[in-house]
């Protein structure tokens, strides 16, 4: 407002070249960095899935050692432990 009278010009005037000014400075929105941010996310997401797939098949190797332990494979001790009561109990109980 102060600056466009010294100018010999009318303050909308000046106001509207300031924002074409801004607008044509600014910095370009560039599709780039939004593709390498999904491939990004796409690979981290790949392998989180099999991260998760390797622990689901460790959970179920160490339950059925622990099913093998109280049914007593390979040497067949504690069967009176392989009732299938017993096992869900067991499973159960422990947070299985």
Not at 24 to 31: E, G, L, Q, R
Not at 64 to 90: H, M, W
Request: proline residues 6%; contains cysteine; positive net charge.
């Amino acid at each position: 407002m102060m600056i466009a009278p010294k100018l010999d010009i009318h303050p909308d005037t000046l106001s509207k070249w300031t924002r074409l000014h801004e607008r044509a400075n600014a910095p370009a929105v560039s599709d780039l960095p939004d593709r390498e941010k999904i491939r990004q996310l796409e690979r981290e997401n790949r392998e989180l899935r099999q991260a998760n797939e390797i622990l689901r098949k460790a959970a179920a190797y160490f339950a059925q050692a622990e099913l093998d332990g109280l049914c007593g494979r390979p040497f067949k001790r504690n069967t009176s432990y392989c009732s299938p009561d017993v096992i869900s109990k067991t499973y159960y109980s422990t947070g299985g």
